[in-house]
């Protein structure tokens, strides 16, 4: 099983920046997608950018340009620098991890609140 603890979560204000931090209790599946997905009060989960071992990345066209997803693979942390916030970027945001070991496995963390707000 495999555990994803988040941080880095809060309250900004508009035009302002957060880092999000996620890292995993082990990693023995070389074949991985890491990323982050959020929720918003009454809205369905959506993804906001992925990245595989390999290196590459997927952002949501919502996202571009201004957040920056990013990975250190000897310490299983995935991060996620976020400028230049919308009130709109406010939801929980939920690390996902997915690696392959014969199937796919997904795992997710427990959610860290963002709140862009004067």
């Known amino acids: 099983q495999v555990q994803l603890v988040e941080s880095g979560g809060g309250l900004v204000q508009p035009g302002g920046s957060l880092r999000l931090s996620c890292a995993a209790s082990?990693?023995?599946?070389?074949?991985?997608?890491m990323g982050w997905y959020r929720q918003a009060p009454g809205k369905e989960r959506e993804l906001v950018a992925t990245?595989?071992?390999?290196?590459?990345?997927n952002y949501a066209d919502s996202v571009k340009g201004r957040f920056t997803i990013s990975r250190d693979n000897a310490k299983n942390t995935v991060y996620l620098q976020m400028n230049s916030l919308k009130p709109e970027d406010t939801a929980v945001y939920y690390c996902?991890?997915?690696?392959?070991?014969?199937?796919?496995?997904?795992?997710w963390g427990q959610g860290t609140q963002v709140t862009v707000s004067s």
């Open positions: 996902n991890r997915k690696q392959y070991a014969g199937s796919w496995n997904e795992y």
């Open positions: 082990r990693s023995i599946f070389s074949i991985n997608v």
């Open positions: 990245i595989t071992n390999g290196g590459s990345i």
